[in-house]
């Protein structure tokens, strides 16, 4: 870049001075000429200087890290990435994209103050990597303002979906909702033979409830005779007499949507009565459960939807791809595609809405269909705002951890 110093005021002070003090005495005083050229320079710079954000050539993209150490550095190195590749040439749309990122403390509400100044910057879009009780209050937020929302690890119907039911218009996940539960068991059922399904239910949970009579309607259409029980499981002592009815009714297996130790206490029952049948589990698995949970649980199956995230497709391909880019291996390599999935989503996102507003970006982002993200093809349900279908997991409790015995695609409807 040539300095932008006007050759006139230097004019000027060369005559001035050698006018005074001669040539001779001048020559002494051109380390002040030099100074009085830098000085220059720097102001021209500075008042020169190019700011991308107020020029309206930026767009930024807010990205809510996890609620836990390290893991935000291997998103971020994913979605850097992503947005290296789309800002070149013509960018999105004649823009580029950049990053601001804020990482969860306490309550969230030092999340939610950050976001909310966002939101008067030229703010596309949020990517949040936090648990769905702070993607809520996301949601709840942004939802008023129009700015498209993922949630990516989202599952709870109400980050979607407003108080009456209705879809957030802006609001999405990479994830399906928590009717997978059933859906994942109705899809394992069925692809298993069974002709007869018991179901154990606790009542005064609304989403075990939801779950547990949308299987049994799900597996009546499907030809297999089902028979809910519901219960109360913190005022039993057991679950004999409920065994004893699937007992007598020969069931080929038990699906469970209960508590954790009404699930253990539903598996002593059934060890007791030396009922030997798989006991399906409709609630999410945790790997932190009580000491001994995992002895009174061994056999039961599992269903996880967030396992298969960085373990199916070419995963190896992926993790060189992000080692060349990144000069480093993700330390955590879900979180690290998880990112880079919802990136590249967001990227096409712009290119299906036709542009780079905000509005352009929530058209286009329930339009994404067949994206390939390493080996693993990802679509868009425009009518729930979550993936048209997903890889879950089967997994078996066995000699006290897990192991992945089968993989099911679940649809999202």
Not at 93 to 114: A, C, M, N, Q
Not at 220 to 235: F, M
Not at 359 to 381: H, P
Request: a neutral charge; charged letters at 20%; aromatic letters at 10%.
């Amino acid at each position: 870049m040539v300095c932008p110093v006007s050759a006139l005021p230097l004019g000027v002070i060369y005559f001035h001075l050698s006018s005074r003090l001669g040539v001779s005495s001048l020559s002494r005083c051109f380390p002040l000429l030099l100074l009085l050229v830098a000085l220059s320079c720097l102001g021209s710079f500075e008042v020169l200087a190019y700011d991308p954000e107020r020029e309206g050539w930026l767009l930024l993209v807010g990205v809510v890290g996890p609620e836990g150490e390290g893991e935000l550095d291997s998103a971020l190195g994913s979605i850097r990435m992503v947005f290296d590749d789309a800002n070149r040439g013509d960018g999105i749309f004649g823009r580029d994209l950049g990053i601001v990122k804020v990482e969860p403390r306490g309550d969230g509400s030092g999340v939610l103050k950050t976001v909310e100044g966002w939101s008067s910057r030229p703010l596309v879009a949020v990517l949040s990597f936090a648990g769905d009780e702070l993607n809520l209050k996301l949601a709840e937020l942004l939802d008023g303002k129009g700015i498209p929302f993922i949630g990516v690890f989202s599952e709870r119907g109400e980050v979607l979906r407003r108080a009456d039911g209705s879809l957030r218009p802006n609001a999405f996940s990479f994830l399906l909702g928590e009717d997978y539960l059933w859906r994942s068991i109705h899809a394992y059922v069925t692809f298993m033979g069974f002709r007869s399904f018991a179901i154990v239910y606790e009542i005064l949970d609304q989403v075990m409830l939801d779950n547990a009579l949308s299987l049994s309607q799900a597996l009546i259409s499907s030809s297999v005779a089902s028979a809910p029980l519901g219960v109360r499981g913190s005022r039993l002592v057991n679950f004999v007499p409920q065994v004893m009815q699937i007992q007598r009714g020969g069931f080929e297996a038990i699906g469970a949507f209960l508590g954790y130790r009404d699930i253990m206490k539903l598996s002593a029952a059934a060890e007791e009565l030396n009922l030997r049948i798989p006991i399906l589990v409709g609630v999410r698995r945790v790997d932190d459960m009580p000491l001994g949970s995992y002895r009174r649980l061994e056999g039961s199956l599992w269903f996880d939807q967030l396992e298969p995230i960085g373990k199916l497709g070419d995963m190896a391909a992926f993790r060189t791809f992000y080692f060349v880019r990144n000069r480093a291996y993700p330390a955590d390599l879900r979180m690290a595609y998880a990112a880079f999935s919802s990136a590249r989503w967001l990227v096409e996102g712009f290119r299906a809405g036709g542009g780079h507003s905000r509005e352009a970006l929530r058209r286009g982002l329930e339009r994404v269909y067949d994206l390939d993200l390493f080996g693993v093809s990802f679509g868009v349900d425009a009518s729930s705002h979550r993936p048209v279908r997903r890889p879950v997991a089967v997994v078996r409790l066995e000699d006290g951890g897990y192991r992945w015995i089968d993989t099911i695609y679940v649809s999202s409807r």
